[in-house]
């Protein structure tokens, strides 16, 4: 029972985010006793996923701010006179200005059931129940053969099999297992294999009801932050290291977009993009392909970009005889930065990162997990449970407990009053009280979510994962990015897809992300619209909230920490998970400096077992969550892998 839990711990973690669940893991694995505790009644905290129910009762909460008040004091008895707390928050204060708008008629869902529920409950995170009826359509890589690069001298296996099993999200100790036949064979990806336009698609989009997306909530898997992962990123490699892989599955972001001159086109990446696109001439394919090459080694040649180290990148492009479309897709689409405030070195560093990823495991740099982002932190907090990590939620934690004299934490006291020691403490940094963090400044995201009734630029492959960066009108404002998800990525029901905006605050959400709404989609109701607008998407609902950027605070910020209590930020602005993998890197290495950071998993043929302890192969259950990856592996590793091994090796 939670009210029971053993009294001393080795380490002690507040909140599920990234950040904490790989620290948790990396705990664990080194032979840590963990507690890993959060206020929350799902997994992630603002990383979470959420169905369409779930983020409706998601937005009520955080619209509504009440306080919570202190139910019981009796804890205070167990604080020693050489002892003093630091009280921690109750309240989760990094939402602000949630806002959502339904472009439908909201009043015929008034008596309309989500499919599947059995009964109304307080807002969850997105779990085994929402993704029962999903069904995997197309290019779904598991990560077996997306991550682990396993070779394998077999001839391909079943390639016309549907998903067996489904992800389940709120338990940390079940495994993931979809495999999936229409695996990409990542670096040979081509957006063809998208499911073919239907009939319906060919005559216009079908009308998507408000009453039809809370009939199919569950289909819906809604991040709270929006991130792609670089295929040569830190996330990406410590996930194939760890083996955390085997508990999620990804997909490949089949295409880059650019916005120029108000239309939406397709950017070229790769070699073969650029020599088959059809909107460069010959001239700019040659200098585009000259430049980028001079990117991937631009150290080399110091005297090509020495004297305009002090210039902005944009600057620099200008004097490399670059049409203005090649540097409008250089800046915004492949480096991704911004216009002002980007140097000439941290933009080449950015299109090199952008070059190194392509070709790993398909045609764009990025991969992005199914399910959602809310998958990732559940993974890890797999991992820390396989290894003994004892698992809380729903379990609020009143204070931290500081010897006076040493000025180290000793304790924790939790909501039912119990006194729970450990020698280190890792507390998101929403859980710290205002008088903690008085001297902290605050950065904001701006986030916006949006159900649209069709793509922003149709192809005939329907099933497309797409990333477009819009650059702002005003000098200084913040480019805006926009990720748009379709069916097959296991976040939104059929005929729909899911758009995410993000861009660092300067106002509200709303104020900050409505402009390129409005640019990108058809927000209106009625039926007298122009043409232009109707060629548009047509925005079914909306979501813009604020969320707290607390990335980059340093410690000696927060007020009277003992040095043995690490804060956690939650996500940054970034598009990527860089600063969550390298914060966790960094505090474990202070807390251990000699173990290793998340080291492989053993190979069950080398585990010696007791004599009085039946090995799996004796027991006869060899089919459990933990063997059953190794297996899988082995039968679904094909051609697929050893292509993308193949790959790497030619780079």
């Not at 070059?355 to 797999?382: A, D, K, M």
């Not at 474990?588 to 080291?599: D, G, I, L």
Request: aromatic share 8%; charged share 25%; hydrophobic share 30%.
């Amino acid at each position: 029972m939670a009210d029971n839990l053993p009294s001393e711990f080795d380490v002690v973690v507040i909140g599920t985010g990234l950040p904490e669940s790989i620290i948790a893991a990396a705990c664990a694995r080194s032979g840590q006793r963990v507690l890993h505790v959060d206020s929350k009644n799902y997994y992630g905290g603002n990383w979470a996923s959420f169905s369409f129910s779930g983020l409706l009762s998601w937005i009520k909460e955080n619209q509504q701010k009440t306080d919570i008040s202190d139910e019981c004091e009796d804890w205070r008895k167990l604080i020693l006179e050489n002892e003093e707390v630091i009280s921690l928050s109750k309240k989760d204060k990094t939402i602000q200005h949630v806002e959502d708008f339904c472009f439908g008629d909201q009043d015929s869902a008034e008596n309309v059931e989500e499919a599947g529920a059995l009964l109304k409950l307080p807002a969850f995170g997105a779990s085994d129940a929402d993704r029962v009826a999903q069904e995997s359509e197309k290019e779904c890589t598991p990560v077996e053969n997306t991550l682990a690069e396993v070779e394998s001298q077999e001839p391909e296996k079943a390639t016309d099999t549907e998903p067996a099993g489904t992800v389940e999200g709120n338990d940390p100790e079940i495994t993931s297992e979809n495999e999936s036949s229409h695996n990409t064979a990542l670096g040979e990806f081509t957006p063809e294999t998208g499911s073919a336009p239907s009939e319906s698609s060919a005559q216009g989009p079908k009308k998507i009801t408000y009453a039809q997306i809370v009939r199919e909530g569950r289909r819906f898997n809604i991040d709270l932050v929006s991130k792609l992962l670089y295929s040569r990123g830190l996330l990406i490699d410590l996930l194939i290291k760890s083996n955390v892989s085997r508990y999620a599955e990804f997909k490949n972001a089949t295409r880059i977009l650019a916005f120029r001159e108000g239309k939406v086109e397709q950017v070229p990446c790769s070699r073969a993009d650029v020599f088959n696109s059809r909107q460069l001439t010959m001239v700019e394919k040659r200098m585009l392909m000259k430049f980028l090459t001079f990117c991937l080694d631009y150290e080399q040649h110091p005297e090509e970009y020495q004297d305009y180290e002090n210039s902005t990148f944009a600057e620099f492009l200008r004097t490399r005889k670059l049409t203005p479309s090649l540097q409008h897709f250089i800046l915004h689409s492949i480096a991704m930065v911004s216009e002002t405030d980007c140097s000439t070195l941290e933009g080449l560093q950015a299109t090199r990162k952008f070059l190194q990823c392509l070709g790993r495991y398909g045609n764009t740099p990025f991969l992005f997990p199914l399910y959602g982002q809310g998958e990732i932190p559940q993974c890890f907090c797999r991992l820390c449970a396989v290894f003994g990590g004892i698992y809380c939620l729903r379990h609020s934690v009143q204070c931290l407990v500081v010897d006076k004299e040493s000025g180290r934490c000793k304790a924790i006291v939790d909501h039912f009053g119990q006194r729970i020691s450990a020698n280190y403490f890792i507390v998101e940094d929403s859980y710290l009280s205002e008088s903690t963090c008085t001297n902290v400044c605050y950065r904001q995201i701006s986030r916006a979510v949006l159900i649209t009734d069709q793509s922003v630029l149709n192809t005939d492959a329907e099933q497309q994962v797409s990333i477009l960066t819009v650059p702002p009108e005003d000098v200084g404002k913040p480019a805006v990015c926009v990720i748009e998800l379709c069916s097959s990525t296991m976040t939104c029901m059929k005929e729909t897809y899911l758009v995410h905006l993000t861009c660092p605050s300067t106002k509200t959400a709303r104020e900050d992300l409505e402009p390129v709404v409005q640019k990108l989609f058809n927000l209106n109701e009625e039926k007298e619209t122009e043409d232009e607008e109707l060629e548009k998407p047509r925005v079914l609902w909306a979501v813009y909230f604020n969320m707290r950027d607390s990335s980059g605070v340093e410690k000696k910020s927060y007020d009277d920490l003992p040095s043995n209590v690490y804060v956690c930020s939650g996500p940054d602005s970034a598009l990527g998970n860089d600063c969550a993998v390298k914060q966790a890197e960094t505090i474990f290495h202070e807390m251990f400096p000699t173990e290793e950071f998340c080291p492989p998993p053993p190979n069950p043929e080398d585990i010696i077992y007791d004599e009085d302890e039946i090995a799996p192969e004796e027991s006869g259950f060899s089919n459990s969550p933990e063997t059953k990856p190794e297996s899988s592996t082995e039968e679904s590793s094909s051609g697929d892998s050893t292509a993308v091994k193949k790959e790497d090796n030619e780079e």
